[in-house]
């Protein structure tokens, strides 16, 4: 039997495998989508600690070139944050009108302020919140986390 890590990482992968099989969104918001999952979809992952932040931060490679500031992982499955993009249009915080708000068990890393890439340092919180994401395409899918 694989290790709960190497478990979750195949599961993650199979979900985005069978999405990008059942639908065939455009390159460019193909390229979104996946990097999407990349930084904010953690399905299978409790989060909750700041070690959480720090190896998660870097293993989904926001650490590289500069630590990012802030970072949320949504630990639900990749269908009911999918589902997210059906619910009604709201504003964005650049004004468009292709946001939508859902509520999600939540991780947020907040950089410490004191670190350097790549050894980045968080803050993490915990939380079940209100947030929203962009979505783009036909059918919709993420590709921004608002707020
Ligand atoms: P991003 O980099 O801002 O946007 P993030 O999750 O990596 O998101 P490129 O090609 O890079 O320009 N974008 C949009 N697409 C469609 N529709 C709308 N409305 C839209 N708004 C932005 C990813 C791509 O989506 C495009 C945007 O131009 C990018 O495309 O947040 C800073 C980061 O913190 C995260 C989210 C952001 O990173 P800020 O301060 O700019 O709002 N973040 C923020 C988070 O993870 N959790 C949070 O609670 C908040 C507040």
Not at 136 to 142: K, M, T, V
Request: aromatic fraction near 6%.
């Amino acid at each position: 039997m694989a290790p709960p890590r190497t478990r979750a990482l195949l599961l993650l992968l199979l979900l985005t495998l069978l999405g990008l099989g059942l639908v065939q969104p455009a390159d460019g918001q193909d390229r979104m989508y996946q990097r999407f999952l990349r930084q904010h979809v953690d399905p299978e992952g409790k989060g909750g600690n700041d070690t959480y932040c720090n190896v998660m931060m870097q293993r989904r490679k926001m650490t590289t070139r500069q630590c990012k500031r802030f970072n949320t992982f949504v630990h639900e499955d990749i269908w009911n944050i999918r589902s997210i993009c059906s619910t009604t249009n709201i504003q964005c915080k650049n004004g468009k009108m292709n946001c939508h708000e859902g509520v999600v068990k939540v991780t947020d890393c907040r950089e410490t302020g004191s670190s350097r890439a790549p050894n980045c340092r968080y803050r993490a919180s915990a939380s079940t919140r209100h947030v929203v994401i962009a979505c783009e395409g036909d059918p919709e899918l993420p590709v921004h986390f608002d707020r």
